[in-house]
């Protein structure tokens, strides 16, 4: 009797682990054709315009988050719509990412164990084209307060978060969406959507990649749950995103034939040089080119080196690492110094954030506004213990 029950939970445990074997099969095969399938709707290198876009035309209407200038067919897109924060990771394994280059704005600070993590921020420069983002990752509390600048229910998109126990569960995301009144609304959670709009490609680079570098979705696919939710120009409450938001100050740029500070260039972790950056200027252009861990940046959708025309470097006090997974948290309330690479030069300044939602400002040694140059802004966070070397 004992032997015919002990081969009944014999089978009975082959039978479980077949049933568990042939799902986890079905599911690798969902999410890797479907993955695929919808990675083929954007594929790097199409022309993606809208039909009877002209990008081509008289370049007048200036983008308020980053100053660059757009034509008036883009900016009617991009006012019916609200920015979109993507969180997009930088493990090794993950590059080159997708979307960063279209990114008005680029926040990078470490994640956790000295490996960086991206906030993109998506609003006229995605208005045109349909941009894949990712590899798409977790939440990060400090992100979630930079992310606040862009008006009360800022599009956050991002794939659960790192809820380790901390003062205010301060480095994941649930605690702090429930408490910020996101949850299920502004906040766009992969968890609370999945696919399609959030899909998984495991060979997009040509090479099988671990799962936790596979998620993907596009700022349409975002934007179209944002509308579906009432989160357009306008919230719930009938208010605009940019009611009390503070542009930055713009001017054009003035290309350096002999630039004072051509190469600007400054770890996140010591010993961590794969994660090391290098920014690289570039007077034709009048533009800086990005270096991660010694090799150029690309951008996947572009099959082109990632360039910006301001560099923003933060220092504010890091902590941690709070945890064995050497998670870290950022002040990101007060102030600190910064220098602001342009033109080939650099200035020295300041850094004030009053509260959350308030915007970041940025004044020069005599306490007047810097003036960004109009295009892509990079904003790179560090440590005041961190040597910047230019």
Known sequence: MQNLLQNKKLKIGFGLLGLYLVSAGISYFAFSFLGNTGAQLSPAGLDQKRAGIDTTGPKTEECPINGKKFTKAEREIWEGRRPLSVMIENHSESRPQSGLSSADVVYEAIAEGGVTRFMAVFYCGASSDETQVGPVRSARVYYMDWASEYGEYPLY????????????NAVGSNGNVDKFGWRLYNDLDQFSIGFPTFWRDYERLGRVVATEHTMYSTTDKLWKIAAERDLT?????????????????????????????????????????VYAVEWNYDATSNTYSRVNGG??????????????????VMFTRAKGPIDELKHMLYDTIGTGKALFFQNGTVVEGTWKKESRSTRTK???????????VRGNIWIEVLDPTTKVEY
């Open 157 to 168: 998109a991002h794939v659960g978060g790192a809820n380790k126990a901390g003062p205010a």
């Open 233 to 273: 120009q306008k919230d719930k409450d009938g208010e605009a995103w940019d009611e009390n938001f503070v542009k930055w100050k713009f001017e054009e740029g003035k290309p350096n034939s002999t630039p004072s500070k051509n190469k600007i260039s400054f770890p996140f972790w010591e010993g961590y040089g």
């Open 295 to 312: 090799q150029p940046h690309k951008d996947f959708n572009l099959d082109a080196p990632i360039t910006t025309s301001n560099v923003v």
């Open 362 to 372: 940025f004044t020069d040694k005599q306490g007047k506004d810097i003036s960004l």
